[in-house]
């Protein structure tokens, strides 16, 4: 099993739980369950403005674990 990190932008005031589970579908095609969070690091100075003015959020979730739910078609 492969082990890496997943990112990415979030919404403002999208929760740290929806964004890391829509990002590891959005990254790599996976819905995943959270499990065991120990940490979530974000907040203002997190933030980015693009130059079309579209603004975003970043956080970095720490998990102990994240499951994958068992599809029924395996």
Same mark, same amino acid.
């Given at each position: 099993m492969a082990v890496g990190l997943l990112g990415g932008a979030i919404e403002p005031d999208e929760s740290p739980q +929806?964004?890391?589970v829509r990002? *590891?579908?959005e990254e790599v095609g996976v819905q995943? +369950?959270?499990t065991n969070l120990? *940490?979530?690091l974000g907040g203002p100075e997190f933030r980015f403005r693009y130059k079309n003015g579209d603004e975003v959020a970043y956080v970095q979730i720490l998990l102990t674990r994240?499951?994958?739910p068992v599809s029924p078609h395996r």
């Open positions: +929806e964004a890391a990002e *590891a579908l995943v +369950e959270l120990r *940490a979530v994240a499951s994958l």
